[in-house]
């Protein structure tokens, strides 16, 4: 079955660095777009950043951009988050979610464009 696995999630200091991966199996990972979700205690699931199937197109929130770089391997099953100069509002638990449809809609951002999600990782930043 399709497995998402998230890992790299921790406690770190505002102005830190943390980098999050996201490993796939069960399925044909060059054909699915990735996206990355978090979502804070009481809060909705939001969108961070996707992208596309070969990389060569990413889309980031707002709230991130210029800080986050979403990247993937193919050869290694996995897309990653680096996140520079975290800030206490980071704070969240960050999944990776996987879709066969394409990106180029601008529905990426909603959660019911994916078809696959993972468990999650935390991300704790303090101030």
């Known amino acids: 079955q399709v497995q998402l696995v998230e890992s790299g999630g921790g406690l770190v200091q505002a102005g830190g660095s943390l980098r999050l991966s996201c490993a796939a199996s069960?399925?044909?990972?060059?054909?699915?777009?990735m996206g990355w979700f978090r979502q804070a205690p009481g809060k909705e699931r939001e969108f961070v950043a996707a992208?596309?199937?070969?990389?060569?197109?990413?889309y980031y929130a707002d709230s991130v951009k210029g800080r986050f770089t979403i990247s993937r391997d193919n050869a290694k099953n996995s897309v990653y988050l680096q996140m520079n100069s975290l800030k206490p509002e980071d704070t969240a638990v960050y999944h990776c979610?996987?879709?066969?449809?394409?990106?180029?809609?601008?529905?990426?951002?909603?959660?019911?464009?994916?078809?696959?999600w993972g468990q999650g990782t935390q991300v704790t930043v303090s101030s």
């Open positions: 979610a996987a879709t066969l449809k394409s990106l180029m809609s601008g529905s990426y951002q909603y959660t019911h464009w994916y078809d696959y």
């Open positions: 069960g399925l044909t990972f060059s054909t699915y777009a």
């Open positions: 992208i596309s199937r070969s990389g060569t197109f990413t």
